[in-house]
């Protein structure tokens, strides 16, 4: 077969295998399609499938094939981070800054202190630190994974069980905004290159620059070339971060922040996010499923897996419950915030991938973050909606 014939059977399987899986067990009130796509990128990798049929992997997932998988997966993971960036509603964030720095702080600072204990315990045993990681790099890192709340996914949860735009909804979508901001800002602490720091100082000044004159350009044009500009936008700073040392991803973050989401139709930013979930996103989950690996030993990755997800949720109810009681929520309010906010798929996996691909973390790291995530994602809704459904019940009870 040839080099294009390899790589459409790659996205037949793609496209095809997680959505059968998805309508034929009808998971969706546990594992929504996005989630069961990146759990079969993981099957589909050389960790599971391939190891079960390796003529099967080498077959098909030729270097070649990997290459053009991995362009497509770039470029949907920098359009997608974007979109992230550009829905973050700072002004609202601010108006309630002593409520929502209070919760969005310990929701944040609880978690990845527990997943950094976590990183201390298997950093005993060898396979875990990558060859340009340094002890504090992989501490912080797995800690912030921890930490992460998926900002996108957690729209799509909130939109699933009709709060999104509701006081809660809101409220809960400005703590998951500052935490973003901050999982980005640790990046950048880890990813310090000071063998480049003048290009990456170089970098934050022509960006400053830059989105000021964007933000002038975009103002004057009609809507529509501002869907043009911004992926042209995004480009550049993709390439300016990457060329810093600072890695495309928090360049991509960045040029989404700086621009406002209400230069753009909302109905039309939730259909850009829907269609980019669906077309392209896919590839981005199989080429993830593509790295995990179990060199240290399948029971200790599962192990580490294990630990990192009792931290994660823990800390994450923790941090909550602790904002709850200093800020007088009624009952059962910070269970319904805590759960929601332990959503991780996307972010914390583009988080680990930047980690990888700088060789701060191994295989076995993001396989064991991956799990975590996945993991974590997938009880946000069972668990959310019986403790919302009692909200909702006590709010018509106190009327």
């Known amino acids: 077969m040839t080099t294009t014939e390899l790589y459409l059977a790659a996205m037949l399987i793609i496209f095809s295998a997680p959505y059968l899986i998805w309508r034929g067990l009808r998971t969706d ?4 399609l996005v989630v069961v796509q990146i759990i079969g990128g993981v099957l589909l990798g050389p960790g599971v499938l391939g190891a079960a049929f390796p003529a099967y992997y080498a077959t098909v997932f030729t270097p070649d094939v990997i290459t053009a998988l991995n362009g497509v997966a770039w470029w949907a993971v920098m359009i997608f981070v974007f979109v992230a960036g550009l829905e973050l509603d700072l002004s609202q964030a601010w108006q309630r800054k002593a409520e929502t720095g209070v919760t969005a702080g310990l929701a944040l600072a609880t978690p990845l202190l527990f997943g950094a204990v976590v990183a201390l315990g298997m950093i005993r045993f060898p396979g875990w630190i990558g060859p340009q990681g340094q002890t504090w790099q992989l501490v912080l890192g797995v800690g912030m994974a921890c930490a992460v709340t998926a900002l996108p996914i957690l729209v799509l949860f909130m939109e699933k069980l009709d709060i999104l735009r509701q006081p809660l909804g809101q409220r809960i979508l400005r703590y998951a905004s500052l935490d973003d901001i901050a999982i980005w800002g640790v990046l950048a602490l880890i990813l310090l290159d000071w063998e480049r720091v003048g290009r990456q100082a170089a970098f934050l000044i022509g960006f400053a620059v830059a989105a000021w004159a964007v933000r002038w350009i975009m103002k004057r044009i009609p809507e529509g070339d501002r869907w043009y500009v911004a992926l042209i936008w995004l480009a550049a700073c993709g390439l300016a971060g990457d060329w810093s040392g600072l890695h495309f991803m928090v360049g991509a973050f960045l040029a989404g922040a700086v621009l406002d989401a209400r230069w753009f139709d909302q109905a039309r930013m939730d259909l850009f996010r829907t269609h980019v979930l669906l077309a392209i996103m896919p590839v981005f989950f199989l080429s993830t499923g593509l790295r ?88 946000t809704i069972p668990l959310t909606t019986p403790r919302l459904a009692r909200l909702a019940g006590r709010v018509r009870k106190d009327g």
């Open 29 to 32: 009130y546990y594992a929504p």
């Open 292 to 379: 995990t690996q179990w060199g240290v030993g399948g029971l200790m990755v599962f192990g580490a897996a294990a630990a990192l997800l009792v931290a994660s949720v823990t800390g994450k109810l923790a941090g909550v419950h602790l904002a709850g009681r200093l800020l007088k929520w009624p009952k059962g309010e910070a269970s319904v915030v805590g759960w929601l906010l332990q959503t991780k798929a996307l972010i914390m996996i583009i988080f680990a991938n930047i980690l990888l691909d700088r060789q701060i973390i191994t295989n076995e790291t993001f396989t064991a973050l991956l799990l975590m995530a996945v993991g974590s994602t997938m009880l």
